[in-house]
T-cell receptor, first 110, second 118 residues
Framework: DAKTTQPPSMDCAEGRAANLPCNHS???????VYWYRQIHSQGPQYIIH???NNETNEMASLIITEDRKSSTLILPHATLRDTAVYYC???????????FGTGTRLKVLA | GAVVSQHPSWVICKSGTSVKIECRSL??????MFWYRQFPKQSLMLMAT?????????EQGVEKDKFLINHASLTLSTLTVTSAHPEDSSFYIC??????????????FGPGTRLTVL
């Protein structure tokens, strides 16, 4: 399973875009990149996922580099409620297991 | 959207007792469920993969006789912590894999169960 590397923490001003990077240099061609977030003492919440192309939904945008070795999750207008730990996960081929890394603790500042 | 529930949401028990945690997919069938454990300020650690009607597959270092997993139906998996000790105190989270294509979201997480062993 490909491993992911994320910065341990980031701060973002409320109303600004939050850009969370993730490195997954060992990703295979058919492995998906998933992003989840976890607010304290709750189960992880799905945000977005993608394979090659950039993706956008009502929560966020996902930018995957052409070589697929890294990706960036963009929260376009961060709010205080977006304060959470964000996990970038590469889904194992055939097993569907999620191996969580250490994640990025995002703090949105008023 | 698909919902996964866990029961109980929190439990306190005495050392040496066994505790059962239920994970249910409320509006979809889940052929595969996953169990995670999370200690304070740490990431989620996958404990085991549970497939309906077959034995669970445990991750390396997880004691299968300590953490009994049963997945008897397509909507219910249970995790039993046997002879619990204080070091088993943790946040236990399950997820359920829905039968969707790879381009759609596949796993749905429960809200977690907080176990405290006294």
């Amino acid at each position: 399973d490909a491993k992911t590397t994320q910065p341990p923490s980031m701060d973002c001003a409320e109303g600004r875009a939050a850009n969370l990077p993730c490195n997954h240099s060992t990703i295979s061609g058919n492995e998906y990149v998933y992003w989840y977030r976890q607010i304290h003492s709750q189960g992880p919440q799905y945000i977005i996922h993608g394979l090659k192309n950039n993706e956008t939904n009502e929560m966020a945008s996902l930018i995957i580099t052409e070589d697929r070795k890294s990706s960036t999750l963009i929260l376009p207008h961060a709010t205080l409620r977006d304060t959470a730990v964000y996990y970038c996960i590469v889904r194992g081929v055939g097993t569907y297991k999620y191996i969580f890394g250490t994640g990025t603790r995002l703090k949105v500042l008023a | 959207g698909a919902v996964v529930s866990q029961h109980p949401s929190w439990v306190i028990c005495k050392s040496g007792t066994s505790v059962k945690i239920e994970c249910r997919s409320l509006d979809f069938q889940a052929t595969t469920m996953f169990w995670y454990r999370q200690f304070p300020k740490q990431s989620l650690m996958l404990m085991a993969t549970s497939n309906e009607g077959s034995k669970a597959t445990y991750e390396q270092g997880v004691e299968k006789d300590k953490f009994l997993i049963n997945h008897a139906s397509l909507t219910l998996s249970t995790l039993t912590v046997t002879s619990a000790h204080p070091e088993d105190s943790s946040f236990y989270i399950c997820s359920a894999r829905a039968l969707l294509s790879p381009t759609e979201r596949e796993q749905f997480f429960g809200p977690g169960t907080r176990l405290t062993v006294l």
